[in-house]
């Protein structure tokens, strides 16, 4: 596992450059149903017509998602991994990121959603995450909402943004779910109302953080084809699933696009203790 480890630090000091540059906000989508935010203390967000569904702490804990429990240790760990993000994030000016993977059942949905929390509880920040696996969509079940319509009922069905996204009940979070699978994946994510999309998310709130949970790179062409519309990605590994060699052609087929940072998923290292009291 070392060499996986090995590997995964690697990417990150090879320099890769940064090939976005902020785009310009096109006309024409939909708002997210959120007001505005005003003035520079932490933001009042009213879901004026977004769908809350709650999701409660024994759900969280159950799908996993330890980030939405206070004095949870993995909820620190979560915390690390967000502040790390954010820091290398804000330096750049990076809005949206990809959190992609090797091949499948990797992490990437477990750690997109705790991330997307961790980050929510961040006062000055907003977060949006959408479910871009759309062959394997899976982001409704980890917070166990109803994904309809979701995205493609926004991309394909001319529905407002705002009532494709659902709030979980957690302040500053809302997410773009899918809940139809679909085959020709790479072009529907590469349509242009998926393009506009993507550039009005990225530059309506300069507070908002999107998360984009990608397929694996190594078994579809999804996360190569929409990575340029990405500012940055996050590379999940899992232990004792990942191979070296995959890691590392995945870090090749990224070259040119910003990786800041990887996660080493199932890591055999002890499990960390809630630091307090
Ligand atoms: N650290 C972990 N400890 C225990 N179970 C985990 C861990 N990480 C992921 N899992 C479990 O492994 C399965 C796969 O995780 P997840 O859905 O996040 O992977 P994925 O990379 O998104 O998969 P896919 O490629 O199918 O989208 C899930 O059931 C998840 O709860
Ligand atoms: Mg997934």
């Given at each position: 596992m070392e060499k996986i480890q090995k590997a995964l630090e690697k990417s990150l000091g090879s320099g890769q450059t940064d090939p976005s540059s902020p785009a310009k906000r096109p006309a024409g989508l939909n708002g997210t149903g959120r007001q505005p935010a005003t003035g520079t203390g932490s933001l009042d967000i009213a879901y004026t017509s977004t769908r809350v569904t709650p999701v409660h702490d024994q759900k969280l804990e159950r799908h996993r998602l330890?980030?939405?429990?206070?004095?949870?240790a993995l909820s620190d760990t979560f915390r690390m991994l967000r502040t790390r993000v954010l820091n290398r994030m804000e330096a750049s000016d990076y809005r949206t990121i990809g959190i992609a993977s090797s091949?499948?059942?990797?992490?990437k949905t477990l750690v997109a959603s705790n991330l997307a929390i961790s980050l929510a509880k961040v006062l000055t920040r907003t977060v949006l995450l959408v479910d871009l696996d759309l062959r394997s969509p899976s982001v409704h079940t980890y917070f166990g909402v109803d994904p309809e319509p979701g995205l493609l009922g926004f991309l394909n069905n001319g529905l407002e943004l705002s009532q494709c996204l659902v709030n979980p009940g957690i302040e500053r979070l809302v997410l773009l779910p899918n809940g139809r699978p679909v085959h020709n994946s790479s072009e529907v994510i590469t349509m242009p109302r998926m393009l506009q999309l993507s550039k009005e998310l990225r530059d309506t709130y300069k507070d908002r953080i999107v998360i984009y949970d990608l397929p694996p790179v190594l078994l579809t062409d999804d996360a190569l084809a929409f990575?340029?519309?990405?500012?940055c990605c996050l590379l999940v590994a899992s232990e004792g699933r990942t191979k070296e060699d995959q890691v590392k052609k995945t870090i090749s087929l990224l070259q040119g696009y910003p990786l800041i940072g990887s996660v080493l998923n199932r890591s055999s290292e002890t499990m960390p203790r809630y630091y307090g009291r």
């Open positions: 330890m980030a939405g429990i206070e004095r949870h091949v499948g059942q990797e992490g990575m340029k519309h990405i500012d």
